[in-house]
Structures are given as C-alpha cells and as structure tokens.
C-alpha cells in the first residue's frame, strides 16, 4: 500500500511537470522576419508557461514542403505550421484575395481587408478542423528585372516566377511566362536560368540577394498579401486553459509586432537593394496604367469564380 502511495504521488508530480513539445514547419528561412517574429512567438510562449509548451520551429520548409504544410496540421502530423494564405485560393477564392493587384496595396488597406478577410477564412479553416493563430503581411510587391521596365510589353516572353496561381495569372497576362518556384530556391532558379523576373517584397529581394541575379527593382506596390500560422484545433483544446490562453496571447502579441515589422522593412529592405547596387526606380505611368488593366482583367475573372464567402469579403471590405 506504501509503495502505491508513492507511486501515485509520483505520477501526479510527472503529470504536472510533463512539458508538452510541439514541432511547427515554416516555408521560409531564419532570416526571414516572419521567421523571426515566429521565433519570438515561441519564446513568449515557452515564458508564458514556464516551458511548458516547448515549439520546435522547423523553417525553409525543411520538415514538409510548402506546399504540404496545411496537410500536415489538418491531419495532425503537426500541430501547428505556416504558410503563404493565398496558396489555398485553390480550394476557395476567398483565401487570395490578397494577392489580387491594386485591391489593397497600402498596409492600411490591407489590414481592412484582413478584417473583412479574417471570419470568411476562419470559417473556412474551422470545417477542416484549423484554426487561425495569426496572420502578418509582407511588404507590398515590386518588380525584379534584368534592365528597366518602361511598360508591360517589356515584359514579353520573359521567364517569370511565380508564387501562386494569381501571379500565375498575371504574368500570363503580361505576356511573360510563370514558373513556380519557392521562395528558398528563388538564388539557385535565376542562377540556372529557369527564371529571368520576378514580383515579390523587397524582403525576400533581400533574403535571396537579388542583386546577384538582377540589375533593377520598381516598388509597383501592386498587393500585400499574407502569411497565416493555424494550429489544429483537436490538439489545441487538448492543451489545459493556461497553456490556451498563453497561445492566443501570444498570437496576438504576434500579429501585431509583425504588421510593424514589415512596415519597417518596406522601407529598410528597399534601401538594402539600392545599397546592394540595384536600381530602384518609380514605374512609368504608362507601366502603371498597364498593370492597372491586368488587375482589372484579373478582378473581373476572380468575380466570375468567387464563392459567396469569397464575393462577401470583397463587399465587406469596399464599403
Ligand atoms: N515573399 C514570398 C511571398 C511574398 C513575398 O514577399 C515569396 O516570394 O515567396
């Protein structure tokens, strides 16, 4: 009978002491700031709850591949990830909207547009048992070239990177042509060849050193689209009120520092690549007025195909 007492008196102290360890796979490298604001949301996490949720992040997609991520919460693989939001407009339009051009191109604008955004996508992400942590934007997107780019004909032929289906779309539009690459093989895609232009923030111009590959660089500022960081909703009620509320804290605490973060880099980033030796240049308002017809082109398919949810958001967020 002793010996069970102390066995039991054991157990419950193990009980209270186990340290939950959670792995979370991110696509983009350390030096990325969504990487690092992530880095920091671990941290506050693990002193939140006196180590007890310990998250292991697992970035550059080197534990799933982008593209496996959201799989790999949903079916419980992981607890937790990131990942590129508009990469889900596959499944439903609502999730890309942010990266349709000169819908919402300033930080303002985009953070209207998570409000009308964030219901739609949690809803979305709920029927598949995820749920949203976070959710932080990177700069507005430029344009990366070999030689200025006076107006969209410049852009002819050209080898094009892409990201997701809209930039896919839009380099079709452009007369150039998509190839998709992700963002941690973007130094080794121009260095073989496989593409000579890309759109993409200033940010990740820096992190994969554009000035390497390419001479010139317009801050066309043409959308702002985001990352998301969600966690499984069966293993997130499985942690104990405390641990819960640590997380969604800290999550907030998140999204707040990184919508700063990248404002700063809109700026320090851009400065980096002329410092580099990249020209950065204002496009003409002949190429501006080109890439505006794309987008109108772009709007009007996206209109066309959206769900409800989808058609709501962009209502909710124009008025
Ligand atoms: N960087 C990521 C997504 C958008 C951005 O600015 C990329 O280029 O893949």
Redesign the pocket.
């Known amino acids: 009978m002793k010996h069970f007492l102390i066995g039991a008196a054991a157990l419950t102290l193990t009980t209270a002491a186990h340290a939950e360890s959670w792995d979370m796979p991110t ?2 490298g350390d030096t ?1 700031f969504h990487t690092q604001n992530i880095m920091q949301f671990t941290d506050d996490v693990r002193a939140a709850t006196d180590g007890g949720l310990d998250i292991t992040i697992h970035s550059a997609g080197s534990l799933f591949p982008h593209s496996e991520i959201k799989g790999a919460v949903r079916n419980r693989q992981v607890p937790m990830g990131e990942f ?1 939001l508009s990469t889900l407009s596959n499944e439903d339009l609502a999730y890309g909207l942010d990266s349709q051009p000169f819908v919402a191109t300033s930080y303002e604008d985009a953070a209207k547009l998570w409000d009308a955004q964030r219901p739609v996508v949690t809803e979305l992400l709920a029927e598949q048992g995820l749920m949203p942590l976070f959710s932080v934007p ?2 507005p ?1 430029g344009l990366y070239t070999n030689g200025e780019i006076a107006t969209v004909a410049d852009l002819n032929g050209l080898r094009f ?1 892409a ?2 289906a809209a930039l896919e779309e839009f380099a079709a539009l452009a007369g150039a042509a998509p190839v998709q ?3 941690s093989d ?1 130094p080794q895609a121009f260095a073989t060849g496989q593409v000579a232009a ?8 820096v ?2 050193t554009a000035w390497d590959f390419v001479t010139h660089y317009s801050p066309i500022n043409a959308w702002v ?1 985001k ?1 998301i960081v969600v966690v499984n909703q069966r293993m997130f009620d499985g942690l104990d009120a405390d641990t819960q509320a640590a997380v969604i804290a800290a999550a907030e605490t998140a999204q707040t520092r990184g919508w700063e973060m990248s404002a700063a880099e809109a700026e320090t980033m851009t400065a980096a690549l002329a410092e580099n030796g990249i020209t950065v240049y204002e496009p003409s308002a002949e190429l501006v007025e080109g890439l505006q017809g794309i987008g109108a082109t772009m709007l009007e398919n996206w209109q066309t195909n959206a769900s409800e949810s989808a058609a709501a958001i962009l209502q909710a967020y124009q008025q």
């Open positions: 696509p983009y990325t590129f990177w700069p997107q990177r990201y997701n690459v992700e963002a973007i890309m759109i993409t923030s200033p940010s990740t111009g992190n994969s689209p990352n």
